[in-house]
C-alpha cells in the first residue's frame, strides 16, 4: 500500500502535517513540502489535512471510549491529539488498571486505530508515558507529536495514536494496527512515577519546542536531568511552564479534567398518580410533554426528525408509536397534530373504569437534527404561511393515510392515456426544478402519421356520415388543424378507469375494424350513441412490449353521457375507458 | 320587510341589504351566467358548496373542477393556490384536469380508504390556510358531519366542493352554502353540455339554471342561460340526411 500523507496547503506549497509509518521509514517528516516527498518516494497518496474532521472524529472516540470511564477529557492542556479517560475507581470494574489498559487497547486495534496508552498516577506522567511510547515505536528524531492520551488521578491512564484518524479514516484504510509491547500500555504506579519518568525525553512533559531545544542545547536529553538541576533555578532559566509541567507530571500541582459533556438523550416523561382516562388529559400532559422536549431542542439548536411515544397502561404492553419528519422541526403545534393524527386511531377508552386508562406517558427523541432557526420575510408572508401550513397537512396526511396516498401527479410524456402521468414522490430538488428533464407539460405534440407513424388523428366521423356513406375511407387520414392541437388540447376524461372495461359494442356499418360504435352494453343498460367523435388512434409502445394498437371514440349516448370507447385493432375488441363528466 | 333565515335549525334575521351585497371574500368562475345566479354574484370562499348528481348521470367532476379551477385564481385567494381532491377509488385523470385549467404542480391526490378518513381528510384540509379548493365525493354525511365541514371550511378560508348524490338518503343533511344540480345536457358532436341548477342558496337565484358548454376542440367553456336560440340538436336516426357538420357547433359559432 502506498505511504499516506496529509497536507496543509500553506502559500501555494503543500507541507506535510502527518505521515504514516510507511512513509516515516522512507525519510519523509513532517514540515516536508510534498514536492520534497514524491522526490523520496513517487507513489505517495495525499489528502488534505482537516483539522475540524479531525476534532470530531477524536470527539466521537471519546465519546465511544466512555464505555471505560465517564470522564473523558479532550484538550488538555495543549495536547490536541491526546485523549485523556479518568479511570479512578474503574479498576473495581475491571479487575485491574493493566485490564483497563488491555481492554482498550484491544478496542482501538478493533477499531483499526494504532494508539499508545499508558496508566499513570497524574495526566501528565501518563501523557509523557504515552508520548515516550509513540517516539520510541516510529523511532528518534521523527519529531511527531503522539496524538492521543489518557489519564486518570490515582491512576492515569494516557493513549497515543499516531496517524491523524480523523482525516486517514476518511481517506484511506492506512492504520497500523499498533503493537502494544514492551513500554506500550505501561502502568505506573505512584512510587515508580519519579523513575518512570527519568528517561523520557524532556519534551514529554508537553513543553514548547523552542524549550525543548533549549534543553536539548544544554544536553539535557531526559526529566531525570531536568528534575536534578537546582529548583528554583528553573523558572529563573527557562520560564514558569517548565517547572508547572513536572509539578503536574509528578502530582505536586494538581490538573483538572475537563470532561466531555455526556449526551443526554432528549427525552420527557410524565407519570400519573392515577389513571387518565380522557382524552382531554391525554392531549394536555402530550402538550406539555411537547414543551419540554422543545426546550431541550432549542437549547441544542436541533429538531426532532423522529419521535417516539409510549402510553404506558397498567397489566399491559405500553401503547408505543413513532414517527417520522420529512425535515427537522421544533414547531409544538406541528408536532402535536402530528401525534393527535397518528395516536387518535388507537386511543380507545373502554370506559370499563380503573383499569382503563393511561398511567403515564413518555416521549422521546432519538433522532434529531440541526435545525436553524427561520427568518420570514416580511413580503409574502401570508405565502409562506400558506405554504408551511400545506407542508404540514401534507404531512399529517401522509402519517394517517399512509405514504402512498397522498400523491403529486406529474404528466410524463407518453401517448397512452394511463401513462401520461406518474405519481412522483413529494420530492425537493424534483419540485425545485420543476418538472424534470424527460417530463414535459402535458400533452406532448402530436406528431403527423407521416412522420413518425405513432399516432393518427382521425377525422371526425358521426353515425349519419356513416350512414349515408356506405363505404367510409377505411384509413383515417390525418386532419390538419390549426393551433389548438399543437397546444395539445385533446379530450380526456375526467374519470379514467385504472383497467379498460370490456364491453359489448354494435358497430356501424358493419362489424369490422373500421365502423364506429352505434351503441354499447354498460352496467346493463343498453346505451345508444348519438355522437360519436373519432377515432384518434394511439399506437402502442411496441419496444415496451405493449404492442396493441387502439382506436378511441369519444361518444355522447341518448342520456347525453359522455363515454370514451376504444377497439383494440389487432383484436377488434371493444373497452370502455373513461366518461367524461 | 325584514328576511328571517332558517339554516341547520337556527334562526336568523337577515337585514334587507344581506342578500345582495356581494360576500367579501368570493371568487368567480368568470362565466357571468353561471355567476349571476350565485348568492352575491360569487362562490363564496370559506364556505362548502355541493354539487348534487342523480347516479344515472355520472360525477359531475368538469363541474367541481371549474370551480376549483376558479378557486385558485385572483387577488383574493392570497396565494393560496393548492388544490386537493380526494380520489379514494383512483379514478381521475390528472392530464384532463391540466386541460381545465388546474396546474398539476398544485394539485395533491388524496387517496383515503375508508370513509371515516375521507371525512377526516376534507375537514384537515379545509382547516389548512394553504389550501385553495378541497374537492371530494362526500361519504355519508350527517348533519354533525356536514356542520363541521363547513366550520372547518370557515376557519382554513377555503373551498370545498362535495359531490353528493342526489337521492342519497343522507341528502337533508348539508350546511353549505350553495347546493348546485347538475345533469348532463345533449350536446353537440365537439360540444358537451350540462345543466346547472342552484338549488340552495341564500341570496341566489335559486331553481334557476344555466347551461354550460364545453368545446372539445380547445376545452374553453361557456355558460348561456338558455339553449332556446339555438338549433335543437337532432337525433341521427330520425333524420339521417342532416349532417352534422352543417348544424353550426360552438367552435364555429365563437
Redesign the interface.
Known amino acids: 500500500m502506498a505511504p499516506l500523507l496529509l497536507v496543509r496547503t500553506v502559500a501555494e506549497r503543500q507541507v506535510i502535517v502527518a505521515r504514516c509509518d510507511d512513509a516515516a521509514r522512507r525519510g519523509i517528516r513532517t514540515g516536508m513540502t510534498l514536492t520534497q516527498a514524491r522526490a523520496l518516494c513517487a507513489d505517495v497518496v495525499h489528502a488534505e489535512h482537516d483539522p475540524i474532521a479531525d476534532r470530531r472524529a477524536l470527539e466521537a472516540l471519546g465519546r465511544w471510549l466512555m464505555r471505560f470511564t465517564p470522564i473523558v477529557a479532550l484538550d488538555v492542556s495543549d495536547c490536541p491529539h491526546a485523549i485523556f479517560l479518568d479511570i479512578t475507581g474503574c479498576e473495581r470494574l475491571f479487575g485491574s488498571a493493566q485490564h483497563i489498559v488491555q481492554q482498550t487497547a484491544d478496542a482501538l486495534s478493533c477499531l483499526r486505530i494504532s494508539a499508545h496508552l499508558a496508566a499513570a498516577p497524574t495526566p501528565g506522567a501518563a501523557y509523557a508515558l504515552a508520548f515516550a511510547a509513540g517516539q520510541s515505536h516510529v523511532g528518534q528524531g521523527c519529531g511527531e507529536r503522539p496524538l492521543l492520551a489518557a489519564v486518570p488521578k490515582g491512576r492515569a491512564l494516557a493513549f497515543a495514536a499516531r496517524p491523524i484518524f480523523g482525516t486517514a479514516a476518511k481517506t484511506a484504510h492506512h492504520t497500523i494496527v499498533p503493537a502494544f509491547a514492551g513500554s506500550h500500555g505501561a502502568v505506573v504506579s505512584t512510587e515508580d512515577l519519579p523513575a518512570a519518568l527519568a528517561p523520557l525525553p524532556p519534551l514529554a512533559l508537553r513543553i514548547g519546542d523552542d524549550l525543548a531545544a533549549a534543553l536539548h542545547h544544554l544536553g539535557l536529553t531526559t526529566i531525570g536531568q531536568v528534575i536534578d538541576l537546582p529548583r528554583r533555578l528553573l523558572p529563573a532559566r527557562f520560564g514558569p511552564e517548565l517547572l508547572l509541567r513536572i509539578d503536574q507530571a509528578l502530582g505536586v500541582i494538581p490538573e483538572p479534567l475537563v470532561p466531555l459533556q455526556h449526551l443526554m438523550p432528549v427525552a420527557a416523561k410524565v407519570e400519573f398518580d392515577g389513571m387518565a382516562s380522557s382524552l382531554e388529559a391525554v392531549w394536555t400532559v402530550f402538550q406539555n410533554l411537547i414543551g419540554q422536549i422543545i426546550v431541550q431542542l432549542a437549547a441544542r439548536g436541533c429538531g426532532a426528525r423522529r419521535l417516539d411515544v409510549e402510553l404506558l397502561r397498567f397489566h399491559e404492553p405500553p401503547l408505543c408509536k413513532s414517527i417520522l419528519l420529512s425535515r427537522p422541526s421544533r414547531d409544538g403545534v406541528n408536532l402535536f397534530n402530528l401525534f393527535r393524527?397518528a395516536i387518535e386511531e388507537k386511543i380507545h377508552f373502554t370506559g370499563r373504569g380503573g383499569e382503563d386508562g393511561f398511567r403515564g406517558m413518555a416521549l422521546r427523541v432519538p433522532i434529531f437534527e440541526k435545525c436553524p432557526d427561520e427568518q420570514i420575510g416580511l413580503l409574502?408572508h401570508?405565502?409562506y404561511?400558506?405554504?408551511?401550513?400545506?407542508d404540514?397537512?401534507?404531512e399529517?396526511?401522509r402519517i394517517?393515510?399512509g405514504e402512498?396516498?397522498?400523491?403529486?401527479?406529474?404528466?410524463v410524456e407518453s401517448y397512452i392515456?394511463e401513462k401520461?402521468?406518474e405519481?412522483s414522490e413529494d420530492h425537493p430538488a424534483r419540485r425545485a426544478a420543476?418538472v424534470g428533464q424527460n417530463r414535459l407539460a402535458?400533452?406532448p405534440l402530436p406528431i403527423p402519421r407521416e412522420r413518425a407513424g405513432v399516432r393518427v388523428f382521425g377525422r371526425?366521423e358521426?353515425?349519419?356520415?356513416i350512414?349515408?356513406r356506405p363505404h367510409p375511407n377505411p384509413l383515417p387520414e390525418y386532419r390538419e388543424r390549426g393551433s389548438?392541437i399543437s397546444?395539445g388540447?385533446?379530450?380526456?376524461?375526467?374519470?379514467?378507469?385504472?383497467k379498460p372495461i370490456a364491453i359489448r359494442v354494435m358497430v356501424c356499418p358493419s362489424d369490422d375494424a373500421e365502423g364506429h360504435p352505434a351503441a354499447f352494453v354498460h352496467e346493463g343498460e343498453v346505451r345508444t350513441i348519438?355522437?360519436a367523435?373519432g377515432p384518434e388512434r394511439i399506437a402502442g409502445r411496441w419496444w415496451d412490449g405493449h404492442d396493441k394498437t387502439r382506436d378511441y371514440f369519444?361518444v355522447?349516448e341518448t342520456?347525453?353521457?359522455?363515454f370514451w370507447l376504444f377497439r383494440v385493432r389487432q383484436t377488434n375488441r371493444w373497452y370502455l375507458h373513461?366518461?367524461?363528466? | 320587510m325584514r328576511f328571517i333565515s332558517c339554516h341547520d335549525g337556527k334562526l336568523e334575521v337577515l337585514g334587507t341589504q344581506a342578500f345582495r351585497a356581494p360576500a367579501a371574500r368570493a371568487f368567480t368562475t368568470g362565466l357571468d351566467a353561471l355567476d349571476a345566479l350565485a348568492p352575491g354574484g360569487g362562490f363564496a370562499r370559506g364556505a362548502v358548496h355541493e354539487i348534487l348528481s342523480a347516479p344515472?348521470?355520472?360525477?359531475?367532476?368538469?363541474f367541481a373542477?371549474l370551480l376549483a379551477a376558479a378557486s385558485g385564481q385572483g387577488d383574493e385567494a392570497?396565494?393560496?393556490k393548492?388544490i386537493l381532491w380526494c380520489d379514494p377509488?383512483?379514478?381521475?385523470?390528472?392530464?384532463?384536469?391540466?386541460?381545465?385549467g388546474i396546474a398539476?404542480?398544485h394539485?395533491?391526490?388524496?387517496?383515503?380508504?375508508e370513509p371515516r378518513?375521507l371525512l377526516?381528510?376534507i375537514s384537515?384540509?379545509l382547516r389548512?390556510?394553504?389550501?385553495a379548493a378541497v374537492v371530494a365525493a362526500a361519504p355519508r354525511l350527517s348533519r354533525v358531519a356536514a356542520r363541521r365541514l363547513q366550520l372547518s371550511a370557515e376557519r382554513g378560508g377555503g373551498v370545498g366542493l362535495l359531490l353528493r348524490r342526489a337521492n342519497s338518503p343522507d341528502i337533508g343533511c348539508y350546511a353549505a352554502a350553495t347546493r348546485w344540480l347538475v345533469?348532463?345536457?345533449?350536446?353537440?358532436?365537439?360540444v358537451?353540455?350540462w345543466s346547472v341548477q342552484l338549488i340552495h342558496g341564500h341570496g341566489g337565484c335559486v331553481g334557476q339554471t344555466v347551461f354550460l358548454e364545453l368545446s372539445?376542440?380547445?376545452?374553453s367553456v361557456r355558460a348561456l342561460e338558455s339553449l332556446a336560440h339555438r338549433p335543437v340538436?337532432t337525433?341521427?336516426?330520425t333524420?339521417?340526411?342532416?349532417?352534422?357538420?352543417q348544424t353550426p357547433t360552438i367552435a364555429q359559432a365563437s
Open positions: 393524527c409574502g401570508e405565502n404561511a400558506g405554504q408551511l401550513e400545506l404540514r397537512l401534507v399529517r396526511l394517517r393515510l402512498a396516498s397522498v400523491v403529486r401527479p406529474q404528466p392515456p401520461a402521468w405519481s420543476g402535458f400533452p371526425t358521426s353515425r349519419s356520415r350512414k349515408s389548438d397546444t388540447h385533446l379530450p380526456r376524461p375526467l374519470h379514467l378507469f385504472p348519438v355522437h367523435v369519444d355522447e342520456n347525453s353521457r359522455r373513461g366518461t367524461f363528466e | 344515472e348521470h355520472g360525477t359531475p367532476l368538469f373542477a392570497e396565494g393560496r393548492f377509488t383512483k379514478e381521475i385523470y390528472p392530464p384532463a384536469l391540466a386541460n381545465h398539476l404542480t394539485l395533491f391526490l388524496v387517496r383515503p380508504r378518513d377526516w381528510s384537515e384540509a389548512c390556510k394553504g389550501v345533469r348532463p345536457a345533449p350536446g353537440q358532436r365537439t358537451q353540455r372539445r376542440e380547445n376545452h340538436e337525433r341521427p336516426t333524420h339521417p340526411t342532416m349532417h352534422p357538420s
